[in-house]
């Protein structure tokens, strides 16, 4: 199983980006996925999730600016972030738990990380 999160850039303040996570390989099922990201000399920080049935939640930082969505079909989380602000810089890592049998357990997956940078 992998993550690919993608779709990280350079924006201007004021801007906007999607970010997906993708999942492939041998694939039950899904269940939780959170973004987090990592600015530079800080630690990792949880910016949101959404569990499988699609209930949602956000890190007060980002309420009301980012939205997660999934298409369950796709295997595919995103995070539309609007209204982009400087200290949202940072690199982005998605989350997940996957099933990757019906008799197995749920093991946590990490994507390689996709790197937002937010000009002012």
């Known amino acids: 199983v992998q993550l690919q999160a993608s779709g990280g850039g350079l924006v201007q303040a004021g801007g906007s980006l999607r970010l997906s996570c993708a999942a492939s390989?041998?694939?039950?099922?899904?269940?939780?996925v959170d973004w987090y990201r990592q600015a530079p000399g800080k630690q990792r920080e949880w910016v949101a999730g959404?569990?499988?049935?699609?209930?949602?939640n956000y890190a007060d930082s980002v309420k009301g600016r980012f939205t997660i969505s999934r298409d369950n079909a796709k295997n595919t989380v995103y995070l539309q972030m609007e209204s982009l602000k400087p200290e949202d810089t940072a690199i982005y890592y998605c989350?997940?738990?996957?099933?990757?049998?019906?008799?197995?357990?749920?093991?946590?997956?990490w994507g390689q990380g996709t790197q937002v940078t937010v000009s002012s």
């Open positions: 390989g041998s694939i039950f099922s899904i269940n939780a």
């Open positions: 989350n997940a738990d996957i099933r990757r049998h019906w008799y197995s357990v749920y093991d946590d997956y």
């Open positions: 959404i569990t499988s049935g699609g209930s949602t």
